[in-house]
């Protein structure tokens, strides 16, 4: 289905029980929302799953110029009122997680819990760099130039080598997103800087990664689950960055033990 929220027009998808808790997941850059295809059967037992394609990703508008982190989180709290879903489980991978840290700290009261996944929370120099040279690649020769080394990059040796229809998948993902999808997104996770307010967190946090993750490692997300207050932290073994489609069974276990937790609290004070 299709949604429209803060000037754009997003590709949506609504799963599950109408009087089940919402769960809302939210993909990375240059992936597209059937990055979570193998996880949402084992969610919609007992959860709703709302699931959408970024700004500029998949089936989704793109819109030229620079994003913002304010900007693709207000893109979600526009897709919940449109959807007239006052409030939800978000979980959030790469890009996603960082979206989730953004609406944790500005949008609490819609969030009644947020998971990040496989992000960072603050943008090193270095960091900052790799996003400038990325967007000016796909500038200058379009999203392909993205392909293969974001694949390599995402997922362990051994995945990539027993697995190649899951890579095939992932390499359409990114030949799917705009170049002004793209480098608009890389510019909002250039400004990233929520670390450093995590310790102001209200919002019940998981922060998950794969043992094998590049982009985020462990001690990266170790780091920054230490400064939220009450939150968790798991690591998937035998992962890289796109954790959920080499380990789904072992990330919805995790995901379902912590939500699930969470339910059972806000039941026994209702």
Known sequence: MEVHSNGCTFRCSLEGRADAPLITLSHGLATDMTMWDDLVPLLTQRYRVLRYDSRGHGGSAATAGDYSLAML??????????LDLAKTHFVGLSMGGMVGLGLALVRPNRMASVAVCDARGSAPAEYRAAWADRSQKVRDRGIEAMVEP???????????????EAIDRMRDMVRRTSADGYC??????SDLDYERRLPDSVVPMLFMTGSGDQG???????????????SHYVELPDAGHISVMEQPVLFAEAILDFLDSIEVRSTSTA
């Open 150 to 164: 974001s694949v390599t990059r995402w997922f362990t040796p051994g995945f990539q080598r027993s697995n190649p």
């Open 184 to 189: 608009g997104s890389a510019a909002a996770l």
């Open 216 to 230: 985020a490692p462990p001690a990266v997300v170790r780091a920054l689950q230490a400064k939220a207050p009450g």
């Open 73 to 82: 989180a207000d893109d979600v709290i526009g897709i919940l009122d449109a």
